[in-house]
Nanobody
């Protein structure tokens, strides 16, 4: 299973951002998918997760109301849309796939995931 993120790069302050996570090797509907981020000198932190069918989502408090996670299983892709920025947003963003049947609070932890992408670099210009 291969996860490939795209959509990262330098983003002008106030600009919108959408990250994509494409899955190959197995249909994405087999996975709960999460997004994490890691800023320099900080630990990897949970951003958001979405259930297999897309009916349930979970967000970390710092991004609640600003980020939107969605998925298109027909395209084998999960998206993370950022609608407004905060100073702590610049980071490397990773997507991850979990074979578990249900989205739970455990999906806020990196250990819940079976596969990881390499992470596009997301930076915000001043």
């Amino acid at each position: 299973v291969l996860l490939v993120e795209s959509g990262g790069g330098s983003v002008q302050a106030g600009g919108s951002l959408r990250l994509s996570c494409a899955v190959s090797g197995r249909t994405i509907s087999s996975y709960t998918v999460g997004w994490f981020r890691q800023a320099p000198g900080k630990e990897r932190e949970f951003v958001s997760a979405i259930s297999r069918g897309g009916g349930n989502t979970n967000y970390a408090d710092p991004v609640e109301g600003r980020f939107t996670i969605s998925r298109d299983n027909a395209k084998n892709t999960v998206y993370l849309q950022r609608n407004s920025r905060e100073p702590e947003d610049p980071a490397i963003y990773y997507c991850a796939a979990d074979l578990s049947l249900l989205l739970t609070t455990e999906n806020r932890e990196p250990r819940a995931y079976d596969y990881w992408g390499q992470g596009p670099q997301v930076t915000v210009s001043s």
